[in-house]
DNA sequence: GATGAATGAGTATTCATTCAT
DNA sequence: CATGAATGAATACTCATTCAT
C-alpha cells in the first residue's frame, strides 16, 4: 500500500520499455521496419497501442533506440583499447568473440543489414554504422601490419568482406551455413590469408 | 483514323512495361519494397497511377516480375556448362566476370539483399535465389576439388562469403569499397586461400 | 469494293448495337449494373472498350436504352386496345401471354425488378413503370368488374400481387417454382379469387 | 485519469456498431450493396471512415452481420412451434403478424429482396434464405391441408406467390399499395382461394 | 500509468471515359 | 468504324498517432 519509490518506478518504466524494443526489434528483423504496425508490436509485447505513445514518441524512434542500443550491444561491448599489437591468439579470440556476437544478437545484425540496404528508413544510420565499425577495422589494419602483411589495407577488405560475408549467410540461411561451422572455416582462412604473401 | 497495328501496340506496351519495372526497381532498391508506393513508381516513369495497373496486375506482380527478370540477368546468361576442369586463368574470368554483372546489376542485386533478409516479401524468393545459386557453388566445389583442396565444401563456404561480403560492401558503400579494387583483392586472397594448404 | 450504302452501315450499326445491349442486359441482370464494368460488356461482346462509346455516351445510357427497350418488349407488345370486355378464355389468355412474355423476357424481369428496389440507379424508372403498368391494371380493373366483382379495385391488388409474386419467384428461383406449373396454378387461384364473392 | 471499464467499453462498442449498421442498412436497402460506400456510411453515422474498421472487417462483413440480424429479426422471432393445427383465426393472426413484421422491418425486406436478385453480392444468402423460410412453407402447406385443400402444394404456391408480390408491392410502391389495405385484401384473397376447391 | 475509441492522411486498386492513331 | 493506351476520380482499406477517461 506504500507509495513506490521513484527507483521502483523507473524500474517498471524501464521493463516496460524494453519489453516494447524486444518485441519491435524481433518484428522489424524478421517483417521489415514498414511492414510492422504499431498495433502488432503492441499487441506482441502484451500491451495497448496507446502505452506505446507513453514509452516512444514514434515508431521511427523504437528504431531509434534499437539502433542505439544494437550498436552499444555489438559494438561498445567490443572492447577494443588494446594500443598493442595482437598476438595471433588474440586474433583468434577477437574473430570468436565477434561470432559470439553475431550469435548472441542474430535479431540486431539482420535488422542493421535490412538498415544498410535502406537508407531511407533511417536517415544517418549508414554513416553511424561505419564510424562504430571504424576501430574495428583499425584493429585489424594494426594486427594485419605486424603479421608483416604487405597489403594491410586490401586484407583488411577481403578479410572483413569474408566476415560479413558469413555474417550475412548465417543470419539469412543458418541451416546451410551453421554459425559454429563457418566460424571455424573463416579463422582457417584468415590465417591462410595472412600467413601467404 | 486508322487504328494502330498489332506490332505498334506491342511496341508501346514492351516500352511501358520497361519504363515502369526500370522506375520500380530503382525505388524498390532504394527505399524498399514497402516504402515504394504505385504513385511514387507512377510519378517516377512520368504516367499515370492507373495506366500501372494496364500493365500490371498488381505491386506485387511489378516485384515479381522484377525478380524473375533479374534472376534471367543475374544468373542464366551465368553460362556455366563447363563440365571439364577450370584452369585458373578461367577461374579468374569467372570471378571478374561476376564481378562485371555485379556492376551492370548493382540495383538487382541490391534488391535481391533486400529480399533476402525479409522473406516475407516474396514468398519464396529465397528458394529460388538458393536453386539458381546452386551450379555457381558446383562449379566452384569442382574448382577448388581440382586444385587439390583437402577441404573443398569449407573453402566453397569461406570463398563464396568473400564474394557475396564483397558484393554487399561494394552495394551498399561503393566509395568505401570500390569494385574495381574489390575484385582484384578478392582474386588475390582467392588464391591464397587455395594455394596454401 | 463498292462503299457500303447507308442501310448497309445502318444495318451493321444497328447490329452491333444490339450485340452490346444484349451483352450489357445479361450481365446487369446477373450482376447488377454497378457491379458490371463496361470493360466486360466490351469483353463480352467481343469488341473494345472504345467502341462502345462509339454507340452509347454512358454507361447509364446503355441502361436506359435497355429499359426503354424492356418496356417495348414486356409492355407494348401487350397490345390491349380491346376496349370491350374480355371473356373469360381471354383472361386465360391473357395469363399465358403474360407468363410467355416473361419466360422469352426473363433478364429483363430481372433488371426490372432490381431497378425497382433501387430507385437511386435510374432516376424515374419507377415512375415510367407504373406508367406503362397502367394499362394493364385498367384492363384487369374492367374484367373483375364484368365478372361482378364487388371490390374490382382489391381483387386487382392481390391479383397482381400475386403474379408479381410469380413473376419474381420465377426469376429468383425457377428451380423451385418452374414457370410451367406456376402458370397453371396462378390462373386457377385467379379463378377461385373472382368466382367467390 | 485512470481508464474506462471493460463494461463502459463493450457499451461504446454495442451502441456504435449498431450505428453503423443501421446506416449501412438504410443505405443498402435505398442504393444497393455496391453503390454504398464506406464513406457514405461513415458519413451518415456521423464518424470517421477508419473507425467503421475499428468494428467491421470489411464492407462484406457490415452486410453479412446485417444478413444475420435480419434473418434473426425477420425469422427467429417467427415462432411457428404449433405442431398442431391452425385454426382460421390463427391463420389470419399469421398473416397479420407477417405484415406486422414487415412493417417493422421494411428495410431489411428491402435489402433481402435486392440480394435475391442478385446472388453474387452474397454467396449463399439464397440458400440461407430458402433453408429459414422453410418451416413458413410447411406451416402453411400443413394448414391448408387442414382445411381440406386437394392441392395444398399448389395453394402454398400461390398464396405465397401473392404474399411476397404484396410484400414487393409494399416494398416498392407503398404509396399505392398501402400496407393495412394490402394486409386485409391478402387475406380475404386467401380465404377464398382456399375455401373454393 | 493504461486503455482502446477515434481520426485523417495515405495506399493499392478499379473503372468510366477520352483520345491519338 | 475500331483499337487499346492513358487518365483521374473514386473506393476499400490500413495505420501512425491522439485523446478522453
Chains 1, 2, 3, 4 share one sequence.
Not at 523507473?10 to 504496425?37: C, P, V, W, Y
Not at 528508413?121 to 554504422?129: H, L
Not at 569474408?162 to 572455416?185: H, R
Request: glycine share 4%; proline share 3%; charged share 30%.
Amino acid at each position: 500500500m506504500s507509495p513506490r519509490t521513484t527507483e521502483q518506478f523507473d524500474k517498471i518504466r524501464q521493463e516496460k520499455k524494453e519489453l516494447i524494443m524486444n518485441s519491435a526489434l524481433e518484428l522489424f528483423a524478421e517483417k521489415g521496419f514498414h511492414a510492422t504496425s504499431i498495433s502488432l508490436i503492441a499487441k506482441k509485447a502484451g500491451i495497448s497501442k496507446g502505452l506505446t505513445y507513453n514509452y516512444f514518441e514514434s515508431k521511427k524512434e523504437i528504431l531509434d533506440e534499437l539502433i542505439a542500443h544494437g550498436f552499444d550491444t555489438i559494438f561498445e561491448s567490443f572492447d577494443l583499447n588494446h594500443d598493442g599489437i595482437l598476438t595471433e591468439e588474440e586474433f583468434i579470440h577477437f574473430i570468436k568473440y565477434n561470432f559470439r556476437l553475431l550469435k548472441e544478437n542474430m535479431r540486431h545484425w539482420k535488422l542493421f543489414f535490412s538498415l544498410l540496404l535502406q537508407p531511407s528508413i533511417s536517415d544517418n544510420f549508414s554513416k553511424d554504422y561505419k564510424e562504430r565499425a571504424e576501430p574495428f577495422f583499425i584493429m585489424l589494419y594494426n594486427f594485419l601490419k605486424s603479421k608483416g602483411s604487405t597489403d594491410p589495407e586490401g586484407d583488411v577488405m577481403v578479410i572483413s568482406a569474408m566476415l560479413e560475408g558469413a555474417f550475412l549467410y548465417t543470419v539469412v540461411a543458418p541451416e546451410v551455413f551453421p554459425l559454429d561451422i563457418m566460424e571455424d572455416k573463416v579463422i582457417n582462412a584468415c590465417f591462410r590469408i595472412i600467413s601467404k604473401k
